[in-house]
């Protein structure tokens, strides 16, 4: 019978981890768990080196989980002439919805077109005829009648003269980390969380090694490596000075609103630009819910804190949204949940603070940079949709210090390789519902269907997600806390009032015999999930009268 191939939990990793630190030396070690890392991990699995991934926090805890969930090209770039980075996201694009149908799906977007607004039709459906040409097929069309009635009821009508279709995808981000994970442990990459990279270990100025501590116990050890990859986004620049580099990140936050999807129905993803500045935003339909995005501002905060939403941005989205959808009256009463994620931009003037000032944040480039100093190779900026091509990039730069490895047949393979497990034995699922898993678990996903009860098998509250697939998430993906399973395994946190709260009964003995917290220590993460989710999830007068939490729990131990 097939047995899962992600058979490590989180303890046993970190033992073998310190049991082999001083007698083995990685080609690689990754330093960063979100979509960037992940795929340098699972590209250089492919090419067959001894790799290893390390995540401070949790896997997607950054903005691999509070990203807007688009997988484009990024029409917006090819208007301000970067033909370059929309060709590639677009090639891209194909190729994900090609090898991920259910985990990277189709959306339609509409945007409408009214009266001395630009751009007007005949710019905006010119520019999609290129952007389409580079997709290889036509994918948009001009709609002048029946917008309100059909394709988007309640939409604003005054001035109205039209509306463009065309097409790109969305994703649930952070299982897409997580699928790439995996399929890179299936390749015999290694991959930790809560292991974060303290210092640089350096032989003559050369770096040949990193000083890790495990978040859980306080341990402390070195590992060494032929090269270290610095994938760690808005904390780039961290362990770049430690070469005395210069700052080279500007942080912006982009936040978000979660709504239920009967207060803003919708089929397409509608694009809009705001009445205040003009900045192109957007509502559209994921995972049964309606998100409305996004902002786009410099993040003067902590890093080491998870990013929140301001009250001016719920009020700056709120007010967008309403414009275009006046009848909606969408509030504050409405929103389930909100999220912010900090982009990791790349700007030539982040060590000036004058002239980031003078450069607004929707002006800066997108795309990534990488820098090669004495063994550490840092890459940060870019787009999700990249992510495959700028881990080829990495590794184009790492072959400098590792001479053998070959990238040639990398190039034109495939990312991710076909199912090839059998099929369940038994399940009535809707087709959707089985691509969903498939493309989530890969081969996993017959294994944890077989392995279900039948009332296992019916969705969580207004969710697409399981109880089977929680069962499967907390046996084999290294959670260590509650909100690693609810936040970014799963996305009920997000998708059910008060972080899914409902369901604590029922999770609690599924959590406890498997993660081995006895009741005090259930108790402590309950306390600890809700804060987070108050804190960093909710609305801004949420947050008001919270005290600063106490995160010295009675016992800790993670599997």
Not at 289 to 302: A, F, K, P
Not at 345 to 368: C, I, L, Q, Y
Request: glycine share 6%.
């Amino acid at each position: 019978m097939y047995q899962p191939l992600t058979s490590l939990t989180r303890d046993q990793q970190l033992e073998k981890l310190q049991l082999n630190k001083d007698n083995t030396v990685w080609d690689m070690i990754v330093v960063g768990g979100g979509i960037t890392g992940a795929g340098i991990l699972l590209t250089a699995s492919q090419a067959g080196l001894k790799v290893l991934l390390i995540e401070k926090q949790d896997f997607a805890w950054g903005a691999s989980s509070k990203s807007s969930k688009m997988v484009h090209g990024g029409l917006r770039y090819l208007g301000s002439g970067q033909y370059t980075m929309t060709k590639d996201a677009v090639t891209e694009r194909e190729k994900l919805l090609s090898e991920l149908p259910g985990l990277v799906n189709p959306l339609q977007f509409l945007m409408g077109h009214y009266k001395s607004q630009f751009p007007g039709p005949f710019v905006f459906n010119s520019l999609l005829t290129i952007y389409d040409w580079i997709g290889g097929k036509r994918n948009h069309s001009y709609i002048n009648h029946g917008i309100a009635d059909f394709h988007v009821p309640g939409i604003e009508q005054h001035k109205l003269r039209g509306a463009t279709q065309f097409a790109d995808a969305v994703t649930d981000d952070a299982r897409l980390v997580m699928r790439v994970l995996q399929e890179a442990q299936e390749l015999g990459g290694t991959v930790i969380n809560y292991l974060g990279a303290q210092q640089l270990v350096k032989t003559a100025e050369q770096v040949t090694g990193i000083r890790v501590a495990d978040q859980v116990s306080g341990q402390e050890f070195n590992l060494a490596a032929k090269v270290v990859i610095n994938a760690t986004g808005p904390w780039t620049d961290k362990l770049r000075q430690q070469m005395q580099a210069k700052k080279a990140i500007r942080p912006l936050r982009g936040s978000h609103l979660i709504v239920p999807s009967w207060r803003l129905p919708l089929a397409y993803s509608v694009s809009y630009f705001h009445p205040e500045d003009k900045r192109p935003i957007f509502a559209f339909p994921w995972e049964n819910s309606t998100v409305i995005g996004t902002t786009d501002l410099d993040h003067h905060h902590d890093l080491e804190q998870q990013p929140c939403i301001s009250q001016n941005e719920v009020d700056y989205l709120l007010n967008g949204i309403n414009k275009q959808f006046p009848q909606a009256d969408i509030n504050e009463a409405d929103v389930i949940s909100t999220y912010a994620g900090i982009r990791p931009v790349v700007s030539n003037s982040a060590n000036t603070k004058n002239d980031v000032n003078n450069t607004k944040p929707s002006d800066e480039k997108r795309e990534h940079s990488i820098w090669n100093e004495q063994g550490l190779i840092s890459v940060a900026g870019g787009k999700l949709t990249t992510f495959r091509l700028i881990a080829l990039d990495v590794l184009k730069v790492a072959q400098h210090y590792l001479p053998d490895m070959n990238l040639v047949d990398l190039q034109t393979s495939k990312l991710f390789k076909p199912i090839t497990v059998t099929p369940p034995v038994d399940s009535n699922l809707p087709q959707q519902q089985i691509q969903r898993l498939k493309s989530q678990y890969g081969n996993n996903y017959s294994y944890l269907l077989n392995h279900a009860r039948h009332d296992e098998l019916k969705s969580i509250g207004s969710t697409n997600t399981f109880l089977a697939e929680l069962k499967w998430i907390l046996q084999h993906e290294m959670v260590v806390h509650l909100d690693d399973l609810l936040l970014r395994r799963s996305r009920i946190g997000l998708l059910l009032p008060k972080g899914g709260e409902q369901l604590f009964a029922q999770l609690q003995p599924l959590c406890q015999p498997v993660l081995h917290w006895d009741d005090n220590q259930w108790q402590h993460e309950v306390e600890r999930y809700t804060d987070i989710i108050q804190r960093y999830y909710g609305l801004p007068q949420q947050r008001v009268a919270l005290a600063a939490f106490n995160d010295d729990p009675p016992r800790v131990v993670a599997h």
